[in-house]
């Protein structure tokens, strides 16, 4: 079993839907959590943390659900330009090495 | 305010021979690290730094060495390339006092062993 699992879609959706992306983990001692963003042939850009209580930024929502090591990332009002892979991304340890779930694709088209 | 540098950002190497990717940060960060992906399977930890002459192995290590002799910089070295090294390789960093910022990439180096 894989250390972050995520659906690798692609979510085709249209502009100015609601779309939501899943991932779990299997290593209850990680510690923090995070969602990237990663156009083609670029690099992972830090999307947002991920916080037990929910946080939001914009159009972003991210939840954790440590008991069920579960965490989600909800976009509102997709827009063309969110249209790029998301990686979930676990943290573990003191030295925070970061483990990688393959990626959601999504595609936003008009 | 550069970030992190990696350099070359292209790279065609034949069986067998050696090179290092440089990666350099100005941040004054303390933690640095190399990944590497593939297709359909996430970006891997091959090496990490948590400072200054301090070095660990990560998940897929073998094949690769590093070194930590100055905080802003972490070659990545391939002692004798093979075809399964061919991948993109990129190098991160972030402040030890930042756990819940993440870390910040490199724009990557992609590497073909013929």
């Known amino acids: 079993r894989k250390e972050v699992e995520q659906d690798p879609g692609p979510f085709n959706v249209p502009e100015g839907a609601t779309v939501a992306f899943n991932c779990t983990y299997s290593n209850s001692a990680s510690q923090s959590f995070f969602w990237y963003r990663q156009d083609c042939r670029k690099e992972p850009k830090l999307l947002m943390s991920?916080?037990?209580s929910g946080n939001e930024d914009g159009r972003f929502t991210a939840q954790l659900n440590r008991a069920s090591q579960y965490i989600s990332l909800l976009i509102r009002d997709s827009k063309l330009s969110d249209s790029a892979t998301y990686l979930c991304?676990?943290?573990?340890?003191?030295?925070?090495?970061?483990?990688f779930g393959t990626g959601t694709r999504l595609q936003v088209t008009l | 305010n550069a970030g992190v540098t990696q350099t070359p950002k292209f790279q065609v190497l034949k069986t067998g021979q050696s090179m290092t990717l440089q990666c350099a940060q100005d941040?004054?960060?303390?933690?640095m690290s190399w990944y590497r992906q593939d297709p359909g399977m996430g970006l891997r930890l091959i090496h990490y730094?948590?400072?200054?002459?301090?070095?660990d192995q990560g998940e897929v290590p073998n094949g690769y060495n590093v070194s930590r002799s100055t905080t802003e910089d972490f070659p990545l070295r391939l002692l004798s390339a093979a075809p399964s090294q061919t991948s993109v390789y990129f190098c991160a960093s972030r402040s030890n006092g930042q756990g819940s910022h993440g870390y910040t990439f490199g724009s990557g180096t992609r590497l073909t062993v013929v």
């Open positions: 730094s948590v400072g200054a002459g301090i070095t």
């Open positions: 941040m004054n960060h303390e933690y």
């Open positions: 991304v676990v943290s573990t340890g003191t030295a925070s090495k970061l483990t």
């Open positions: 991920v916080y037990s």
